[in-house]
């Protein structure tokens, strides 16, 4: 009905049809520039897809804004879902937003703070390559055999801009800057820019969509070999030396590995040298591209760069980037580039206006302004994570509650954030007997666990067991008798209010109310029994996705939108309408995952064949492949949001690959894992199984990095609290184990230090 108000000049947008999206799945609305004017709205799905539209002026920005959701710009900033918040100004969201304060406590990395301010810069998008995020080169050794990553020496200074780390360069913008006599053309101290549309397809050559983007602007031909992006190192070097080349880096060199490899085998030439361009030379320390990525992330997280990166956001984002601290600085870049540098609206003639967008594309586009006073720096890491610079240890087995119910704990979540409304660790049996064990914050401690009193005499710091009060119910429909219980046959909203169980007999799956056992919806679409569940990390709102597998080797993607798996108002629905139905297995699936994050679903069926990996739009993308040597088939699943599948299989396999099929690492385990778990970031893997032993392990070499001491029985299902400091472990026995965990013992910097 919105819509109708419009005027004729958006519908005229839907004459070309390109697709369509719910209004129910818009998360955010961010005003976007192009072409330096403020003329242009991205829309952000549910699935992390984005879309951006590029309308006549302002005005028709604000009319589209107020026809859409109001959902602001996501819950993620910590800023109220308003229209207003959509229209804001980059500095305004800045301002507002607590990420700033989330950096410099830690609770968020230095690439996702550095995603957050291309985000908010008004412009810099994945969706626009001549905004496209830009980030900044951290390593300066690109020639040793090894990389000492507690050398300073091996850092670039951050203070400076990149065409002022080499001091012979960096005179020579300095005189251009003085000497420049023009009364058309302000002063500058770079003639091209640090993230260019060029630069970008440049670094991106060798994977597509780009490589068409590439050859449609080079006419359809590559550009000269020695001009070619062929070497790590001689791209440093030409950043130090050509007076021309002032290239900061893009987000992929951090997660990327595929954009070094020359996979489709294209002909980019031969250099007069005789060398022929392929792959891209990595530097001697990186034997792999998964080995670069990894290296140049681990630098960029590192003490050196977290101390000095609010210099260079300085540079980019703030009072250095213009002005008189930018001259300083050396940090004056073409007019051109800059935010309100000219109108286009107000040039009449379309010649002139065409040769000005020409320039401003060919020119670069410096992001929005967001601050007018220093950055202030980050908290260091002794200060907010004192434990990982001492040799202070938490006792690694915090608590173990014993339930009256001897029944295995088949599936264990922790949704422990305490801005839920009833934080809490809920557990699961084989018999479906669920107890909700509330979680508390306390003063000193880092949350309480609420249930019976069995508990053995064991140290319960950070934790406090209470005896107070008891939440358990039965879920008494009966299950298939052919299902073999286990994990996924359970999932738990993340705001704790429902629990989804599959295996059902009539092939639905069901969903109860955790508050009162009752049940409120059952959903079909299923031709034969739903034999695992899964869900996407969710919103605040509570919204995920909820994915289903059969025996009929079918799944479907269902999104839940806080009460029903459906859009429809019914609570218990028998019509339900599945997102998206995906096909390629050809038996029972027993694993699978969502990955939100990348808009991917992975899963595995009860056969010697590979995983699969779908979009979310249910399109088959890509298998995952067990070595050849093997005749076994998937057991367990996850994916990390860095692009890692880890798939365990019968006969103790354990597999790494990424999510393009490349299998990274591989290892026979001696234990019969039941349950995994990854860390947040990817990097580290927990597992248990029937040994009773919880193992810790480096996700991209598979390296065993700790045992924690062995359990009394076997370790069926594990979660992790929301602070990633306890690890909770359900047991064949019917007992919960809580385990005291901090990742920042294997950080690579604590490790060099003891």
């Not at 990595?282 to 997280?301: D, Q, S």
């Not at 935010?339 to 060919?362: C, F």
């Not at 992975?602 to 890509?622: F, Q, V």
Request: charged share 20%; net charge negative; hydrophobic share 40%.
């Amino acid at each position: 009905p919105a819509f109708v108000q419009l005027s004729e000049k958006i519908l005229a947008y839907t004459d070309g049809l390109h697709g369509k999206w719910l209004f129910t799945e818009i998360r955010a609305v961010f005003s976007r520039r192009y072409l330096l004017q403020n003329t242009a709205l991205e829309i952000f799905m549910a699935n992390r897809a984005a879309v951006m539209f590029n309308f006549p002026d302002q005005a028709m920005v604000k009319k589209v804004v107020h026809c859409l959701p109001r959902v602001g710009v996501g819950t993620n900033f910590g800023l109220p879902q308003t229209r207003r918040i959509s229209l804001a100004s980059s500095r305004q969201l800045f301002k507002a937003s607590n990420m700033t304060q989330r950096w410099q406590r830690r609770e968020i990395s230095n690439f996702e703070y550095l995603m957050f301010l291309n985000t908010i810069a008004v412009g810099r998008t994945y969706n626009d390559l001549n905004q496209y995020p830009v980030f900044p080169w951290i390593i300066t050794n690109y020639e040793s055999e090894t990389l000492d990553l507690t050398l300073p020496s091996n850092f670039r200074d951050l203070s400076k801009p990149i065409g002022a780390l080499n001091p012979k360069r960096a005179a020579f913008f300095s005189e251009r800057y003085d000497t420049w006599e023009d009364d058309q053309v302000p002063k500058f101290h770079y003639g091209t820019h640090y993230s260019t549309s060029s630069f970008t397809l440049m670094w991106l050559l060798r994977i597509e969509p780009f490589t068409t983007f590439f050859l449609n602007l080079q006419g359809g031909k590559f550009d000269h070999a020695d001009r070619t992006f062929s070497s790590v190192l001689r791209a440093w070097r030409n950043c130090q030396r050509d007076t021309s080349d002032v290239k900061e880096l893009i987000p992929e060199f951090f997660y990327l590995p595929e954009m070094f490899v020359n996979s489709n085998n294209y002909n980019l030439g031969v250099m007069e040298d005789g060398i022929v361009v392929s792959d891209v030379e990595l530097p001697p320390w990186a034997k792999t591209p998964e080995e670069f990525v990894r290296i140049n992330r681990l630098a960029l997280e590192s003490e050196f760069v977290s101390c000095q990166l609010h210099q260079w956001i300085d540079l980019i984002f703030g009072y250095k980037q213009q002005g008189p601290e930018g001259v300083r600085s050396l940090n004056i870049f073409y007019y051109l580039t800059y935010e309100g540098a000219v109108n286009l609206n107000s040039i009449t003639d379309p010649v002139l206006r065409e040769a000005v967008e020409a320039q401003i594309r060919s020119f670069g586009q410096t992001p929005s302004q967001l601050l007018i006073e220093p950055h202030p720096p980050r908290s260091s890491a002794m200060q907010v994570a004192p434990l990982m610079f001492t040799d202070q240890m938490h006792q690694d087995v915090i608590m173990v509650l014993k339930f009256p119910s001897n029944s295995p704990v088949t599936h264990v979540a922790a949704n422990t954030q305490p801005s839920l409304a009833v934080p809490a660790v809920i557990t699961v049996t084989a018999n479906r007997l669920f107890a909700v064990n509330k979680w508390f914050s306390i003063t000193g401690h880092q949350g309480a666990v609420q249930n019976q009193p069995y508990q053995l005499p064991v140290e319960i710091d950070p934790l406090i067991a209470s005896n107070m009060g008891m939440h358990r119910r039965q879920i008494t429909d009966l299950l298939d008798q052919s299902i073999q219980i286990h994990s996924q046959c359970f999932v738990i909203t993340a705001d704790n209010r429902f629990i989804l169980v599959c295996g059902f007999w009539d092939k639905s799956f069901r969903v109860y109310s955790t508050d009162t056992g009752k049940l409120t919806q059952v959903v079909f679409g299923h031709w034969d029994v739903v034999t695992c569940l899964a869900r996407s990390e969710s919103y605040i709102g509570g919204d995920c996705y909820i994915l289903s597998g059969s025996r009929d080797a079918t799944l479907l993607l269902w999104y839940w939108n806080g009460k029903n798996c459906t859009i429809g108002e019914n609570p218990i629905s028998e019509f339900a309408t599945p997102r998206a139905i995906l096909t390629g297995h050809d038996c029972e699936i027993t694993c699978a995952t969502v990955c939100a994050e990348l808009g991917l679903v992975i899963s595995g069926s009860k056969a010697e064949g590979p995983c699969l990996i779908h979009s979310m739009n249910g399109d088959l993308l890509r298998t995952l492949e067990v070595p050849k040597e093997y005749k076994i088939w998937p057991k367990l699943i996850q994916a990390s949001t860095e692009g890692h599948c880890v798939v365990y299989y019968e006969k103790s396999l354990l597999c790494v690959f990424s999510v393009n099929g490349k299998l990274l690492a591989s290892i026979e385990m001696e234990d019969n894992t039941r349950a995994m778990l990854l860390s947040r970031d990817g990097q580290y893997l927990l597992a248990g199984g029937d040994s009773g032993e919880l193992t810790l392990w480096r996700v991209c070499d598979l390296k065993l990095l700790f045992t924690y001491p062995a359990c009394d029985a076997g370790i069926r299902s594990m979660a992790m609290s929301h602070d990633q400091r306890c690890i909770v472990t359900g047991m064949a026995s019917g007992s919960i184990v809580l385990f005291y965990n901090d990742f920042n013992r294997w950080h690579h910097e604590y490790q060099t230090r003891y």
